[in-house]
């Protein structure tokens, strides 16, 4: 199993700026990917970004250029940087977790409220 507990969402003005963290406990060894998503009332859950272990990262069309994913391996902490933050980036952040090799188990954190106002 792999748990995941995220931390750093809050209030914040348009135009700011917030850091989320994701941290991984239990198999961690096997985590392949890592990443954000994100589901705002009365939508859809949508990707916010991934991250590889390798590094190689994947950004959802709506944050490119404006947020940005980086990882610490040694810390099993997944982070994401998030700038010029919109009204409409308003939603609950996910932490995910794809792990378990050919498996391909998914593990999701407890989610963190980012609210932006305008």
């Known amino acids: 199993q792999v748990q995941l507990v995220e931390s750093g969402g809050g209030l914040v003005q348009a135009g700011g700026s917030l850091r989320l963290s994701c941290v991984a406990s239990?198999?961690?060894?096997?985590?392949?990917?890592m990443g954000w998503y994100r589901q705002a009332p009365g939508k859809q859950r949508e990707l916010v970004a991934k991250i590889t272990r390798g590094g190689s990262p994947t950004y959802g069309d709506s944050v490119k250029g404006r947020f940005a994913i980086s990882s610490d391996n040694a810390k099993n902490t997944v982070f994401l940087q998030m700038n010029s933050l919109r009204p409409e980036d308003t939603a609950v952040y996910y932490c995910n977790a794809l792990w378990g090799g050919r498996l391909s188990y998914v593990s999701w954190g407890q989610g963190t409220q980012v609210t932006v106002s305008a």
């Open positions: 239990g198999s961690v060894f096997s985590i392949s990917d």
